[in-house]
């Protein structure tokens, strides 16, 4: 198992790689760093001694590396070309059919315009449905690793709020 001080040499020059994606800020006691998405502003607080691995992998959907961060508690987030991947949870929505297995910020923004976009048009409300509750476990995901989710959260109420007024019609 590799030691704290290899994990954020590891960590903080995969970031420095990555400059156009990631940035990050140490901590001045040495023993943490914030981690920012620039795409998204989203922050990643990362204690080096919390950490179990870090690992560099690919695939073949993607043509770039990415960083897998594995936490000790078995949290894992990846820092890859569209910013922080990670699973999401369903904690509040509870199973959801054709759950992605990992979503990213970039996703949320996709959904959420797309459930806004959808109660435009008339008889589209359980689309819209299904896209604010893929939101909702993008969030739980995103919250659970301790990224600060409350604007998105906002911006979901305004597309519940709407839902709840107009009724979802059976389809």
Do not use: N
Request: net charge negative; glycine share 8%.
């Amino acid at each position: 198992m590799p030691t704290a001080v290899e994990l954020k040499a590891k960590v903080l020059g995969f970031v420095r790689a990555s400059a156009l994606l990631f940035a990050a800020i140490e901590e001045a006691d040495g023993r943490s760093a914030q981690i920012l998405e620039r795409g998204s502003g989203k922050i990643l607080t990362v204690a080096w001694g919390e950490l179990a691995d870090a690992v560099e992998k690919s695939s073949e959907l993607r043509p770039y590396p990415y960083l897998l961060l594995l936490w000790q508690d078995g949290r894992q987030v990846a820092l890859a070309d569209v910013g922080f991947a990670f699973a999401p949870s369903t904690q509040s929505t509870g199973p959801l059919q054709d759950l992605p297995d990992v979503f990213c910020f970039r996703d949320f923004r996709h959904l959420s315009d797309g459930a806004r976009s959808l109660l435009e048009q008339d008889g589209r409300e359980l689309e819209s449905l299904r896209a604010l509750l893929l939101s909702i476990a993008l969030l739980d995901g995103a919250r659970a690793l301790g990224f600060e989710v409350a604007r998105e959260e906002r911006q979901l109420e305004v597309v519940l709020a709407e839902l709840e007024q107009r009724g979802v019609k059976p389809g």
